[in-house]
């Protein structure tokens, strides 16, 4: 955890900087960008969800019986921050596969930098289930708060966010909202520029993602 934000975790793993170091660089081209982006996505959910209640389960392995154990207690729930978010969507999927998975659309007026939302689809018993949100980029943080405001919303009391960068600016909006909430990423960055782009970042996550720059 970092000193001044207690809810954030930097998994500073070499394999995650590695990879990180790749998907900063100008010269990755999208497909790419995509396959580092889903393998950062399963290393970021291995470390979010290394707290997950286990029970043991009577098995039959090929030589004897035995009791091992099993995720028990509330099942999972993924939720994307349309449209970045669904760059991670499949590498945190292949790690929990049996999880539901909800979308919120949110894009940000580049006038205001405040979120605007245009599509909401959540699992109907989200109010049972653990959710993940996910997003590559907490820069302001103004639509990591619209999303978890919408989650809680709907009844649910237990939520993480993955993000693949984030800025201080970022962390310190959504703790002051959600204190509660831990928030999992690759790297803490220096600063937002004025446009609200993470810096050194790499770019716009959504377009690097879909090749749309």
């Known amino acids: 955890m970092h000193a001044d934000f207690p809810a954030l975790n930097v998994v500073h793993h070499p394999l995650v900087q590695h990879k990180l170091t790749w998907l900063r660089h100008a010269d990755t081209n999208t497909d790419v960008f995509r ?28 030589v004897a019986p035995m009791e091992s154990p099993v995720i028990s207690g509330k099942k999972l729930c993924i939720v994307s921050i349309l449209r970045a978010g669904n ?11 049996l999880a539901r998975v909800g979308h919120i659309g949110l894009y940000r007026d580049h006038a205001t930098l405040q ?3 245009y599509y909401l689809k959540l699992p ?15 820069a302001t943080g103004n639509s990591a708060v619209a999303a978890i405001d919408r989650i809680k919303a709907a ?17 310190a909006t959504l703790q ?30 959504g377009d690097r993602i879909y090749g749309t720059v």
């Open 87 to 97: 760059g991670m969507l499949d590498g945190v999927l292949s790690v929990v596969p």
């Open 176 to 205: 002051a909202h959600h204190p509660e909430v831990p928030i999992f990423t690759a790297a803490l960055d220096s600063h937002l520029n004025e446009h609200g782009y993470i810096v050194p970042g790499l770019g716009d996550a």
């Open 115 to 117: 979120p605007v939302e």
């Open 124 to 138: 109907a018993d989200i109010a049972e289930r653990q959710v993940i949100v996910v997003d590559p980029m907490l």
């Open 35 to 62: 396959s580092l982006l889903r393998e950062v996505s399963q290393l970021l959910a291995y470390e979010a969800t290394r707290d997950l209640p286990t029970e043991p389960m009577a098995i039959q392995t090929p």
């Open 155 to 171: 009844g649910c009391g237990q939520i993480k966010l993955l993000s693949l960068l984030a800025a201080p600016e970022g962390v």
